[in-house]
């Protein structure tokens, strides 16, 4: 192998090292506070949760099979689904995601404060309230 040859697989070695290092985005913090059958729509439940963000943190690419209402408590959040356009909510702002939608933007709009909000999800019954898209 020549030196540049080598030089250049030890380039790539040591930028694939350092990447696999990097830390991975700050997950967001969910705090489930209840869920509640609903009688008159047989299947059907809600569930209430809170996200919290820290600074800079994110949620992957999801979707929640589920009517998600969203409320924003506190701090500037960034929020965008497929297709749709990205924008930044602050407190007492309001976003809907519909059951077929993916969320391809959740993350705090900030990397200095917190952010949180709280979460209606009307689901099926005992369906998770996040499920991950590749």
């Known amino acids: 192998m020549t030196h540049k040859k080598l030089m250049l697989v030890l380039l790539f070695l040591t930028a694939g090292t350092l990447t696999a290092q990097q830390p991975m985005a700050k997950q967001a913090k969910v705090t489930p506070l209840m869920s509640r059958d609903l009688a008159d729509i047989r299947g059907k439940e809600v569930s209430v949760i809170t996200v919290e963000y820290a600074p800079g943190g994110s949620d992957p690419i999801h979707r929640h099979n589920a009517h998600?209402?969203?409320?924003?408590?506190?701090?500037?959040?960034?929020?965008?689904?497929?297709?749709?356009?990205?924008?930044?909510?602050t407190p007492e702002q309001t976003f809907y995601e519909a059951p077929d939608d993916i969320h391809v933007v959740g993350r705090n709009a900030s990397s200095t404060k917190p952010a949180k909000f709280l979460v209606f999800l009307l689901k099926e019954k005992g369906a998770p309230a996040l499920v991950p898209e590749s």
Do not use: D, P, R
């Open 68 to 89: 998600g209402f969203i409320y924003v408590l506190e701090g500037t959040i960034a929020m965008q689904v497929k297709g749709g356009k990205q924008v930044t909510l």
